[in-house]
């Protein structure tokens, strides 16, 4: 059962338009949301995070929206530029016990901004 | 440059033999994790580790092993009881491990079993 969903496999944007990417969850038990950023054949890298208890947080071109009444987050990319061209990953974070997290990840979107 | 460091890139290995995977941090992390990548899956954990010489499973443990004897050092095993071992697999490492710390990612290494 996928708690954490990323529907939209793929997305193309123009250059100097917005993105947005989507991001759907099941467990109200998450606490954190984190989105990254990941190239071919490289680690992901951390993007962007919010708090459940705040429902946007900005970071120069990047805004986290979250809707915690809809399990809804977006992550906005305004202007987009032929460089955010990689696959973006939604996660959640969760208490496991023991004072352990865990992260439960999307299965992604891969973004392709067209010059 | 502080990071993560997997090694090696590309690893391939017959059916049936076991194998090591490096994963060295000098971030002076505590909490470290591998996760495994699948085509068109997200990111999977195998085992995580909060503190030297303790870890726990994942939610994919079974077929692998891990030891965290030194803070910096994270080395993952993919035993032959593994049934489909083929994939990417990333090391990563946090501050704390609480759920605000962001994870740091090396660069995987890409496992082929034939």
């Known amino acids: 059962d996928q708690q954490v969903k990323q529907n939209s496999p793929s997305l193309s944007v123009q250059e100097g338009r917005i993105s947005i990417l989507n991001c759907d969850y099941t467990?109200?038990?998450?606490?954190?949301f984190l989105w990254y950023k990941k190239y071919p054949a490289e680690g992901p890298t951390f993007l962007i995070s919010?708090?459940?208890?705040?429902d946007k947080n900005e970071d120069g071109r990047f805004t986290v929206f979250l809707n915690k009444s809809a399990k809804h987050l977006s992550l906005h990319i305004v202007p987009s530029q032929p460089g955010d061209s990689a696959v973006y990953f939604c996660?959640?974070?969760?208490?496991?016990?023991?004072?352990?997290?865990?992260?439960?990840f999307g299965k992604g979107t891969k973004l392709s901004v067209i010059p | 440059d502080g990071g993560i460091t997997q090694s090696p890139k590309y690893l391939f290995r017959k059916e049936g033999q076991n194998v090591t995977l490096s994963c060295e941090q000098n971030?002076?992390?505590?909490?470290m994790y591998w996760y495994r990548q699948d085509p068109g899956q997200g990111l999977r954990l195998i085992y995580y580790?909060?503190?030297?010489?303790?870890?726990q499973k994942g939610d994919i443990a079974e077929g692998y092993s891990v030891s965290r004897e030194k803070k910096e050092s994270f080395p993952l095993t993919v035993t032959s009881a593994q049934k489909n071992p083929t994939a990417f697999y990333l090391c990563?490492?946090?501050?704390?491990?609480?759920?605000?710390?962001?994870?740091?990612f090396g660069n995987g290494t890409r496992l082929t079993v034939t």
């Open positions: 990563a490492s946090s501050i704390s491990g609480t759920g605000d710390s962001p994870l740091h």
């Open positions: 467990n109200s038990m998450f606490d954190y």
């Open positions: 919010i708090s459940s208890i705040k």
């Open positions: 996660a959640a974070s969760s208490y496991s016990g023991a004072g352990s997290y865990q992260l439960t």
């Open positions: 971030l002076n992390h505590d909490a």
């Open positions: 580790s909060q503190i030297v010489n303790d870890f």
